[in-house]
């Protein structure tokens, strides 16, 4: 993996944080739900992709961003690329009790917010 320079750095920070527009304990609070649990691609061991990855947002967002280490800049990265992927295909009408807003919301992008 190459080292991020500074510029990428606060970049995908800045992208990170526009994404995210959930709290680190909306986030949390929301993991906890049937709802959360309902939605997501299985990584094989029971647990979504998205759910993992609400997961590791919520540390990500408890975290000092002069504390990031590669790892943690390149999933804020994935984050930012799911985000964007996902709200370009909202679908028609209400969102509100829909998988693609659990789905994101489990990303840490509520879209009704």
Do not use: C
Not at 54 to 75: N, P, Q, W
Not at 96 to 109: I, Q
Request: proline residues 2%.
């Amino acid at each position: 993996m190459t080292a991020v320079d500074d510029a990428d750095r606060e970049r995908t920070v800045a992208e990170f944080g526009e994404a995210v527009n959930m709290t680190a304990g909306e986030l949390e609070k929301w993991l906890r739900t049937d709802e959360s649990k309902s939605v997501g691609q299985s990584s094989g061991d029971g647990e979504s992709v998205g759910h993992a990855s609400g997961r590791r947002i919520v540390d990500l967002l408890r975290t000092k961003s002069d504390e990031l280490d590669e790892d943690d800049i390149a999933h804020m990265r994935k984050v930012v690329g799911y985000v964007h992927r996902h709200t370009a295909q909202r679908p028609a009408g209400d969102v509100t009790h829909t998988k693609w807003r659990y789905s994101l919301m489990n990303w840490g992008h509520d879209p009704v917010k």
